[in-house]
């Protein structure tokens, strides 16, 4: 047989989009209520901000010689200071298979190795915001959103859609602007309910021909078509756990935004700001616990009358590129400072703060110009139960998944491993 088994090639033999009947292992069933839906303890959740480019060695990192809890801020994370004993600046991880200089987060939740699969010159696995998410998003609207920037070029993030990679990893979309975000989450469907009943049920009437069409072509294939086909068929389980997402969420009204809808066209420093808002918000109202931003920086460098291009000032020297670096790492402090006091001041129904079940990572796979070792790396939170306050200097090329390992078991996801990781960072539990 010589059909040729791509995607297209499947939705022309259907003349329709794919579509599957409602399994009962996907493990989603329909949720009654809003109320039904209200955690009796506030859950757990987990933020992952990350930027290209990295900061300024010299001026960011605090003194390797100060450790643990009395250790003096650096420049660069000064604007932190009231915040001091509710994170943690780690140093010493690295991704050990990252080798672009110029990919700030494609690998940094992940830790793959990118030459992992055989012939292919580009792989990637799952990061840990959707080991996360499988776990966290069983009981929210959203099992994990993704937020990134218009400003896609110029940031020095790398491939992807986001800093979101799903189980075959592959690319998860992001959403690239604050009215975006605010309308996805929400802003009700016009459409009335029947209607919406009626799309998901066209897609599943038509996805039992997909599949045969599918079987049909399976007998005799080479072993990389087998690969290929089976692919194939994690895509349409993909697709039939959103579809099933979808439909429980169906007949249950979104949130009332806690904030105003942002101004279109926001660039940015207010644009990275407005984001944060959001963040909160959507934790806020339970719409989702998994979130990542992937974070815009030529538009916050244009946004601080900096005139120096990011890539330019990622190759800093003494003089105006470190000056302009320096302004970047100052005023993404700013922002994140901005953010905690947003996660403390929003109170659960039980009286503990967003903050106390939150666990947030905040760095980037490249530490200063361009080096591939000691990731920038600041955790805050009570989400995953670490020893905040502290300085870790770990040792040299310590896994960074190690950290990510730890976070996931602290959040309570059994994961016995993630990516390259050898075991969690005990000096990290609390």
Not at 302 to 331: C, F, T, W
Not at 374 to 394: D, E, F, I, K, Y
Request: hydrophobic share 35%; glycine share 8%.
């Amino acid at each position: 047989m010589n059909s040729k088994l791509d995607r297209r090639h499947f939705l022309r033999g259907t003349g329709t989009l794919l579509a599957l009947p409602a399994l009962e292992s996907i493990g989603f069933s329909r949720k009654a209520s809003a109320a039904e839906k209200a955690p009796a303890i506030p859950p757990k959740r987990m933020v992952f901000l990350g930027f290209g480019f990295g900061v300024t060695k010299e001026t960011w990192f605090p003194n390797v010689e100060q450790t643990g809890a009395d250790y003096d801020l650096s420049e660069g994370l000064a604007p932190l200071a009231r915040h001091k004993k509710d994170f943690t600046v780690v140093q010493g991880c690295s991704n050990k298979f990252t080798n672009e200089a110029h990919w700030g987060s494609t690998f940094w939740l992940t830790g793959a190795n990118r030459f992992s699969v055989p012939g292919q010159n580009m792989s990637n696995s799952i990061s840990a915001d959707q080991v996360a998410a499988a776990q966290l998003g069983q009981d929210t609207r959203f099992s994990s959103i993704q937020l990134g920037s218009a400003d896609v070029s110029g940031s020095g993030h790398g491939p992807g859609l986001s800093l979101a990679w799903d189980q075959r990893g592959k690319p998860v979309a992001g959403i690239g602007t604050p009215v975006q975000v605010f309308h996805k989450m929400f802003s009700a469907d016009d459409l009335p309910l029947e209607q919406r009943q009626a799309a998901i049920a066209e897609k599943r009437s038509v996805l039992d021909a997909v599949l045969i069409e599918a079987k049909r072509v399976q007998r005799g294939l080479t072993k990389t078509d087998t690969d290929k086909l089976d692919e194939y068929f994690q895509g349409i389980r993909d697709i039939e756990t959103q579809l099933s997402k979808d439909e429980d969420w169906l007949e249950v009204p979104k949130s009332k935004p806690p904030i105003e809808e942002p101004n279109p066209g926001l660039k940015g420093k207010e644009e990275i700001k407005v984001m944060y808002d959001l963040i909160v918000a959507a934790l806020q109202t339970d719409s989702t616990r998994v979130m990542t931003y992937r974070q815009p920086v030529q538009s916050l460098l244009q946004s601080l009358d900096i005139s120096v291009a990011p890539h330019n000032m990622s190759h800093y020297s003494p003089g105006e590129r470190m000056k302009a670096s320096q302004q970047r790492d100052i005023a993404q402090s700013e922002l994140l400072a901005g953010l905690i006091d947003k996660l403390k001041a929003t109170k659960e129904a039980d009286g503990s703060s967003l903050f106390d079940h939150v666990a947030l990572a905040y760095g980037s796979n490249i530490s200063s110009i361009h080096y591939l070792v000691n990731c920038p790396t600041v955790l805050t939170g009570g989400g995953a139960n670490l020893n905040l306050g502290q300085h870790l200097v770990l040792p040299k090329d310590t896994p960074l998944c190690n950290v990510w390992l730890t976070m996931l078991q602290g959040i309570g996801v059994k994961s016995q491993r993630h990516g390259d990781s050898t075991g969690i960072v005990k000096e990290l539990q609390a």
